[in-house]
């Protein structure tokens, strides 16, 4: 074999050296491929007891567990020789146009994970044409958030409290600001057991322990962002010495019934979803009470444990109201691969929690952009895989759910 000395010429086509990024912000987004990257990013970067408030869940965590495994157990069946030259990820939720299949889903003390908080989930949602939604546990006020997405869609989440005429002042102030959607969430008669947030002492305003300064103390960015930044409370409700747990269990009121929800509907000009639903029965009910959508979701895992599991939900709860209002998912999703299983289940659109709050952890704004490019990134890819070029031509065959839990049959 005969040897040469390369000459330059030919070497420079084949060695391209990466242009250096001076921002350490942008390198650690850059080189975060899957939102699990964002986690990792964001517990290096977060103090414990506000990573775990958003990664935890109730009891044994046994809900969030399989969630995740059942996302995890599907296995896709693509059509070759389509087509996929442009994909549309847009679809009409709740009588708008969204970009994506998904938005933000409310969650609460955000300003403790990153000091932007919700101004950097509903100005990234705004960006991306997706909707944010604003919990009532949230951080920055109902007026904050819209004056930070002006133009893009925010919907409004409400618990129901024990004072009424405090929910519904809520409820107004959301309309005047021009929210198209209320949100309400029917999980909580209770506040679920998070055992992390007891274990670390989660309050508002937050307990600061010796152990507490001392995992912080190595984090300076969200130490001095939390130090120089306006006090920590939750934006629509009065100061609170406590854990959340205790507070919600103070001001939510387990009384709430179906009556409750019609009474609900009839105060508010826009769309109502509601969040929450966990059986077909309920599902069916809130159809026939003249909602517009139900979110199957046992809140992140956060409320009742072992609860069921809105993914193997969905084709019975779509079988069943799919023509009558729309069917919404969350908990558990990690991935735009998660997105398109859901949708070609039969969900109508997808909610994130966690997956956003990784982001901005990992990196305020930036950091939730990058979530939401890196969720269109696989829903397109996943798409073009599978064959399809819109999320209509999604159907039921394009998954199977490879079975892991199954009733026992009785004896």
């Known amino acids: ?58 009891d ?29 990820t847009s679809r009409e939720v709740l009588g708008r146009q969204v970009a994506l299949p998904f938005g933000i889903a409310p969650t609460g003390f955000t300003r403790m994970m990153q000091a932007e908080g919700e101004i950097a989930g509903a100005s990234a949602a705004g960006a ?32 129901m409290w024990k004072d009424r005429d405090r929910s519904m002042a809520l409820v ?7 929210y198209d959607t209320l949100v309400v969430t029917v999980d909580v008669p209770v506040a679920g057991a998070r055992l992390r947030d007891v274990r670390n002492g989660m309050t508002i305003p937050p307990t600061l322990s010796a152990r507490t300064v001392a995992n912080a103390i190595p984090r300076p960015a969200w130490w001095i962002n939390f130090l120089t ?17 205790d507070l919600l269990d103070t001001m939510f009121d387990p009384t709430v019934t179906y009556e409750d929800l019609a009474w609900i509907r009839d105060q508010w000009p826009g769309k109502v979803s509601v969040k929450g639903v966990q059986t077909v029965a309920d599902a069916r009910r809130l ?16 409320q009742l444990d072992r609860a069921p599991v809105p993914f193997h939900l969905l084709p019975q709860v779509v079988a069943a ?16 691969q998660d997105i398109v299983a859901a949708l070609a289940h039969g969900a109508h659109f997808t909610l994130i929690g966690r997956a956003y709050l990784y982001g901005l952890m990992a990196g305020g704004r930036d950091g939730v952009d990058r979530t939401i490019d890196i969720l269109r990134g696989q829903i397109e890819r996943t798409m073009r895989l599978l064959g399809v070029a819109t999320l209509d031509e999604l159907e039921p065959g394009h998954v199977t759910q490879l079975q892991r839990l199954a009733p026992r049959a009785l004896q």
């Open 172 to 178: 107004d102030r959301a309309a005047k600001a021009g």
């Open 321 to 336: 109201v799919g023509d009558d209002l729309e069917v919404h998912l969350d908990t558990g999703i990690m991935s735009g």
């Open 60 to 88: 044994g965590e046994v809900s969030l567990a399989r969630a995740r495994e059942a996302f995890g157990d599907v296995e896709f069946n693509p059509a070759v020789l389509r087509d996929v030259s442009r994909v549309d």
């Open 229 to 245: 930044t306006e006090p920590l409370a939750f934006a629509s409700l009065d100061s609170w010495s406590g854990t959340v747990a």
């Open 1 to 58: 074999m005969k040897r040469q000395l390369p000459k330059r010429h030919d070497l420079a086509p084949l060695l391209k050296f990466k242009k250096p990024t001076l921002s350490p912000k942008e390198r650690r987004l850059a080189a975060a491929l899957t939102v699990e990257d964002l986690r990792r990013i964001a517990k290096r970067r977060t103090p414990k007891p506000a990573f775990d408030y958003t990664d935890g869940a109730a």
């Open 128 to 159: 991306a044409g997706i909707p944010f939604t604003l919990s009532t546990m949230g951080t920055t006020s109902i007026e904050e958030v819209a004056g930070a997405n002006p133009e893009g869609r925010n919907w409004f989440q409400l618990y």
């Open 287 to 302: 159809a026939e009470a003249g909602v517009d959508a139900v979110v199957l979701s046992n809140h992140g895992g956060r």
